[in-house]
């Protein structure tokens, strides 16, 4: 991975992360479905990337947004373990010639499909390790799942706009 590539990296996983503090603190659809969109920093990094690297990636975006929030690190939890996944996640369904090193995940380069079966999982794992440390002790496991489930499909398709919307798509020949 180039210098260029890089810095597009860490400024877009930078410009997530004050999108997900000064705009999605606060939004909660029906007080089930939140948005986590900082999460599409850590699903689009190249699938070359080491899975060390990814794991402190995630870890220190999961603190950094654990210190806005105020919640003693539950993001930092769930990054962390959704980063474990993510390596594990595409070596389960990679494709039958396998990756391209400079690959990045994402639906401009892999396509929809592929990208729904890839990021949804992920995001639901995360959703239930955060709400599963958000109830403990508190709330019942169906409170748990419907928080997790919800948040995922809305955090899923903020995802998916957001791809659609603002990243340069692969020219077809």
């Not at 595409?90 to 990756?99: C, D, H, Q, V």
């Not at 592929?114 to 995001?123: N, T």
């Amino acid at each position: 991975m180039n210098i260029r590539n890089l810095l597009s990296y860490f400024l877009l996983i930078i410009f997530l992360s004050v999108v997900q503090v000064l705009f999605l603190k606060n939004l909660a659809l029906f007080g089930v479905a939140f948005a986590f969109i900082y999460l599409l920093g850590i699903l689009i990094l190249p699938v070359s990337l080491r899975p060390v690297s990814l794991i402190l990636i995630a870890f220190a975006l999961g603190l950094i947004i654990d210190v806005f929030y105020e919640t003693i690190g539950m993001h930092a939890a769930a990054a962390t373990f959704m980063a474990f996944a993510r390596s594990l996640w595409l070596r389960a369904i990679s494709p039958t010639g396998g990756y391209v090193e400079a690959e990045e995940p994402s639906i401009s380069e892999m396509g929809f499909g592929w990208f729904l079966s890839y990021s949804l999982p992920l995001i639901f794992g995360y959703s239930l390790i955060f709400f599963t440390a958000d109830q403990w002790g508190t709330g019942g496991l169906l409170e748990i799942l419907n928080k997790s489930f919800f948040s995922a499909i809305f955090t899923g398709l903020l995802v998916i706009l957001v791809q659609l919307l603002f990243f340069k798509r692969r020219r077809r020949i």
